[in-house]
């Protein structure tokens, strides 16, 4: 019989240097897993992942990842957008908050997702970059500019 | 600027009641949360996981998985030594270690994956039940008691 001490919730602890993933929206975590290129095969370094969290900022439950040693950058920062709108991001260094940001969407999202209707221009072969509008934030919708296709499951979608 | 503290390396709290899967091989803490049917639609509990964690037992990198509030059935915990099978399973009570164990493999595993063979019995839609054949345990290899084909990625085809 191991004790292993009391705590009040399940949390992280924090990291040296790297990326916080705060206020994902509940059960994305693994969503924001994939947009970092992580899989069984691809771990270079440290990553805790805490899923179904109380969440006062979000007023329910949430998901936060750590990374480290790694910061995103913008494109990966938008598509984290994408799957948790609410998400804000931590680059810490030396145990410190170096700099936090919450993420946004551009109006028009280029080159992050391809499209669901597979006649569109972007799903023919043709040298032609992904291009939606965002016609909802909350929740997050997306309009081919191409073929007028509402993008449906967004995670599935992302390049 | 907000100080996060020290700490000495990536790691997750203690839990109160529920079970930590330890000594996950490098990179499978992501097939373990799919044996535990944790989708981002389907999380009632506080899961954490960690990554890419040093471990001194596997003399290299581990992963780790503790999740609130749940206790597994000895299926999952088959399932979890195909994937992990150094992986030790702890339930957790009132933040104490009320059992360990270590996960096995039986020499015939039965029901837990499908055969990769197409054209085997088992996937012709006959009420037969898979059965495996236990080849090698490091690294795990199943052979089909049915077709004789050798399972690849027992991780895509674990019912």
Redesign the interface.
């Known amino acids: 019989?191991?004790?292993?001490?009391?705590?009040k919730?399940?949390?992280?602890?924090?990291?040296?240097n790297g990326t916080v993933i705060d206020h994902i929206a509940?059960?994305?975590a693994?969503?924001v897993?994939k947009i970092l290129g992580?899989?069984?095969?691809?771990?270079?370094?440290?990553?805790?992942?805490?899923?179904?969290?109380t969440s006062t900022t979000l007023g329910g439950?949430k998901d936060i990842v750590?990374i480290?040693d790694r910061e995103l950058d913008s494109k990966t920062a938008e598509k984290i957008a994408l799957v948790a709108p609410d998400a804000t991001i931590s680059i810490?260094r030396d145990?410190?908050?170096?700099r936090k940001y919450k993420v946004s969407i551009s109006d028009c999202v280029v080159g992050l997702a391809r499209c669901s209707n597979p006649s569109c221009i972007t799903n023919r072969g043709e040298p032609v970059e992904t291009k939606f509008r965002v016609v909802s934030r909350c929740p997050v919708q997306l309009k081919c500019c191409y073929c007028d296709r509402v993008l449906m499951n967004i995670?599935d979608n992302l390049l």
């Open positions: 019989m191991a004790s292993e001490g009391p705590v919730e399940v949390r992280l602890t924090p990291i040296r509940c059960g994305q693994l969503n897993i992580i899989t069984e095969n691809n771990i270079y370094s440290s990553i805790s992942i805490g899923m179904h969290l439950w750590k480290e810490i145990f410190c908050v170096d995670s």
